[in-house]
């Protein structure tokens, strides 16, 4: 696949990626939603894959990209790329090379080759870098700690479990998507936690039924809780399944970061992937590490545990939203410490470049008091009853947090 010049990218041509609550961007990373030709966000219950393609929004995305631009929406890769990290925009063009791409770059779109379905918000955990937005879950305990009946339904997390239901009141959206399916290669499952989606195993059935299994590759990002033993049977008809597993940290750090989740239900699950991808040959098993201000400082922890499990890719994700979780926006302070401590302490040689470059996309952002950062800690604190400074000492004495 040939592009124009070394800052493309082809997400705005071959991809939609849907929000847990019903909207849509040409990735996940970009800032913004597309909207129609009066500013309006699209919505997927009443909106088709071809309006949204064809929109003005994505065509004028992809002008800036033909005229060498950098969109500020995509500020999140370019972002990554000054650290000298591998961002969305180049990893996506390695995953879709051998897709059979047309080189010929217009303003048009070309055929959606790339879903990236977020088919709610459905999860079962309340993870701390995450929010109602993407969570069930953290938005039930959101709505416990407002008391006013009233006051719970005019509540933003009242709107997200309200919106997170969208696929399940959509017959048009399964419609659409049945529709371009013939066309589709490539399918990430995110979420919410997509191995209780249940309507995408209804999907893929259908896939497998209308022979499109075999020629499309299939990534989940599951957070490890599941294990759903109906799918081996269905996997086994596609290109390529790749399941990533979300792993921020281990012990009881994971488990104070991603409430609800055990430590050692998470490695049996990882244990019966690894048997069913010794049944299946289309299946690899990945973990998906997301860098943010709560594990930054435990990295070498979790780099060992990596080095032992066997997986097939390692994938390092850095958090940019919420910003004050965000790594590039710790205190000073607290920069300069988990810069001495992930510099001395022993990791895999293999990821050691990496971590290099965490710390440069650390020390390049924007550096806070970290007040913000210490309020939302305290204020999860005080309503699960943890402490940070129990949980993660040395975290907590860089920040200066005190419950």
């Known amino acids: 696949m040939k592009i124009p010049h070394e800052k493309f990218c082809v997400l705005p041509w071959v991809s939609l990626e849907t929000s847990p609550i019903g909207t849509v961007r040409p990735c996940c990373l970009a800032m913004d939603e597309i909207v129609d030709d009066q500013g309006k966000k699209f919505q997927l219950t009443n909106s088709t894959?071809?309006?949204?393609?064809?929109?003005?929004?994505?065509?004028?995305?992809?002008?800036?990209?033909?005229?060498?631009?950098?969109?500020?929406?995509?500020?999140?890769?370019?972002?990554?790329?000054?650290?000298?990290?591998?961002?969305?925009?180049?990893?996506?063009?390695?995953?879709?090379?051998?897709?059979?791409?047309?080189?010929?770059?217009?303003?048009?779109?070309?055929?959606?080759?790339?879903?990236?379905?977020?088919?709610?918000?459905?999860?079962?955990l309340k993870c701390r870098i995450c929010g109602s937005w993407s969570s069930s879950t953290f938005a039930s305990e959101e709505l416990n700690f407002i008391v006013d009946r009233e006051d719970k339904k005019k509540s933003f997390h009242y709107q997200m479990l309200r919106d997170g239901a969208w696929p399940r009141n959509s017959e048009q959206f399964w419609h659409e998507l049945d529709s371009a399916m013939a066309q589709v290669r490539y399918i990430e499952f995110t979420g919410g936690e997509p191995f209780m989606i249940r309507e995408h195993f209804d999907l893929l059935r259908r896939l497998v039924d209308r022979g499109y299994a075999h020629q499309i590759e299939i990534h989940y990002n599951t957070n490890g809780t599941q294990y759903p033993e109906e799918a081996e049977d269905i996997w086994c008809h596609f290109r390529h399944v790749e399941i990533a597993f979300s792993v921020d940290d281990v012990g009881e750090r994971f488990e104070y970061q991603r409430s609800n989740a055990g430590w050692s239900e998470i490695n049996h699950n990882i244990e019966l992937f690894r048997q069913m991808r010794s049944r299946i040959s289309n299946i690899t098993l990945q973990v998906c590490c997301t860098i943010n201000a709560f594990n930054v400082m435990y990295l070498s922890d979790v780099a060992q545990w990596i080095d032992r499990q066997k997986f097939d890719f390692v994938y390092w994700n850095m958090l940019h939203d919420p910003y004050y979780f965000s790594i590039a926006n710790l205190p000073e302070r607290a920069k300069q410490a988990v810069r001495q401590r992930l510099s001395s302490e022993w990791v895999p040689e293999s990821f050691r470049s990496e971590f290099d470059r965490v710390v440069d996309f650390m020390i390049n952002g924007a550096s806070t008091d970290g007040n913000l950062l210490k309020i939302k800690i305290k204020d999860l604190d005080l309503r699960r009853r943890q402490n940070l400074s129990q949980i993660a000492p040395e975290l907590a004495r860089v920040i200066d947090y005190e419950v």
């Open 49 to 124: 894959f071809d309006q949204i393609q064809n929109s003005q929004h994505l065509k004028n995305l992809r002008q800036q990209f033909l005229d060498g631009q950098q969109p500020q929406t995509c500020r999140r890769c370019w972002q990554e790329e000054r650290a000298g990290r591998t961002s969305k925009r180049m990893h996506t063009l390695d995953r879709l090379k051998h897709m059979g791409i047309s080189d010929n770059w217009t303003a048009d779109a070309k055929p959606l080759m790339f879903l990236d379905l977020k088919l709610g918000n459905i999860c079962n």
